[in-house]
C-alpha cells in the first residue's frame, strides 16, 4: 500500500503518516501538499496524509484548498499529535537575519520569533524538512530554522538553539482515501 505525505522524512506529516500506518513501509514524500492530495486523485497512491487544523494556527489551507479541488476522495480517519518545534542554525554562522520553515511552524512560532527575532525575515517553504537541507545545502550562515530535532539532528552541520519553542502545540492529520465512508455524527 503506497501513502503519500508532505515530504521529505522525519517531517511531523511523515511522522504522523508512520504511526497511523504502522505496518506499511511505502511511504512516498510529495511536496507541496496540493501534490499530495493529487496523487491520490490521480491513483498514483493509495492514501494521503495531511494536517489539517493545529490548536495555535487553525485550519491549513493548502489542505483545505486541495480537498476542495480534488474529486472522488473522502477523509476516512483523523488523529492529532503533539509537535514541538526546534530553532536550530549553523554551528558556523554569523547574526540570524532571516528564519526558514513551513508557513504553518513559523505562524504557530510568532511568540518566540517576536521576543527572539523581531526583525528577522521569515521565509515559507515547502516544509520545515526542506527548510533545514536550504540552510544546510546553502550554508545560509544568516538562517535560523525552526524543524523537529529529529530533522536538525540529521545534519552536524547545525547547532540546536531552542527546544519546544512552541508549548502545547497539537496539529489533527487527516488520512484521504477514495472509498466512501459513513457520517459519525461528530
Not at 493545529?54 to 489542505?63: A, E
Not at 518545534?85 to 528564519?99: E, Q
Amino acid at each position: 500500500m503506497k501513502v503519500a505525505y508532505l515530504g521529505p522524512k522525519d517531517t511531523f506529516t511523515y511522522k504522523a503518516a508512520k504511526s497511523i500506518f504502522s505496518s506499511n513501509d511505502d511511504f512516498i514524500d510529495i511536496k507541496p501538499i496540493g501534490r499530495v492530495v493529487k496523487s491520490l486523485e490521480d491513483g498514483d497512491v493509495d492514501y494521503a496524509v495531511v494536517a489539517a487544523e493545529n490548536y495555535y494556527n487553525g485550519w491549513v489551507s493548502n489542505t483545505l484548498d486541495a480537498i476542495t479541488r480534488s474529486s472522488g476522495i473522502s477523509i476516512i480517519q483523523e488523529k492529532a499529535f503533539p509537535i514541538v518545534h526546534c530553532f536550530a542554525a549553523l554551528k558556523n554562522r554569523g547574526d540570524i537575519t532571516r528564519v526558514l520553515s513551513k508557513d504553518q511552524a513559523i505562524e504557530q512560532c510568532d511568540n518566540y520569533l517576536t521576543k527572539n527575532y523581531p526583525d528577522a525575515d521569515l521565509i515559507y517553504v515547502t516544509s520545515t524538512g526542506e527548510a533545514v537541507k536550504q540552510v544546510k545545502d546553502l550554508s545560509l550562515k544568516n538562517a535560523g530554522v525552526i524543524a523537529s530535532k529529529k530533522i536538525i539532528g540529521q545534519y552536524e552541520e547545525l547547532e540546536l538553539l531552542a527546544e519546544d519553542i512552541c508549548p502545547n502545540n497539537l496539529t489533527r492529520f487527516i488520512v484521504l482515501g477514495k472509498e466512501k465512508t459513513k457520517s459519525t455524527g461528530d
